[in-house]
């Protein structure tokens, strides 16, 4: 019994070396997409489902007043996140870039020609604006 063991020892070593096992922690599956990119796709999902639940008439994609309400939201989380810790540089940058964001919004509204794919940009960018302020609370830091 022990020299048939032994005898697929080299052949095991083999296998293990050549990718076929793993001993440590399980492969990951690489789906060809970045995480920034499946969370943008996430966030998409989530707003389709939100506005087809609302059967709302006049549907656009990507619609500048959505993205006002998001940059609104933040605004709203960064004055209570604000209030918990005033001295907090990162939340102050943060805000300032939410701030920026408005602007660029603001500039996007007056005109009537925005594209698709410019408020696209101005959503994803609201959305990753947000997440960041609330990444920066106090307790998480």
């Known amino acids: 019994m022990k020299r048939c063991t032994l005898r697929f020892v080299p052949e095991i070593i083999l296998l293990l070396l050549l990718g076929g096992a793993s001993l440590g922690s399980p492969a990951v599956t690489d789906v060809g997409i970045s995480t920034r990119e499946l969370v943008e796709r996430a966030w998409i999902e989530q707003d389709r489902q939100f506005t087809d639940a609302l059967a709302a008439p006049e549907r656009c994609e990507f619609s500048l007043q959505h993205t006002r309400q998001i ?4 605004a709203g989380l960064a004055d209570r996140l604000q209030k918990l810790s005033p001295a907090n ?13 408005g602007a ?4 996007a509204e007056s005109t009537d020609n925005t594209s ?13 604006a947000v997440r960041e302020i609330a990444l920066s609370h106090p307790l998480l830091s």
Not at 71 to 74: D, I, K, P, S
Not at 104 to 107: H, I, T, W
Not at 116 to 128: E, T
């Open 89 to 101: 540089a990162n939340l102050e940058r943060r805000t300032a870039g939410l701030r920026d964001l």
């Open 104 to 107: 660029r919004l603001e500039a």
């Open 116 to 128: 698709v794919i410019q408020r696209r940009r101005l959503y994803l960018d609201a959305r990753w």
């Open 71 to 74: 940059v609104a939201r933040g």
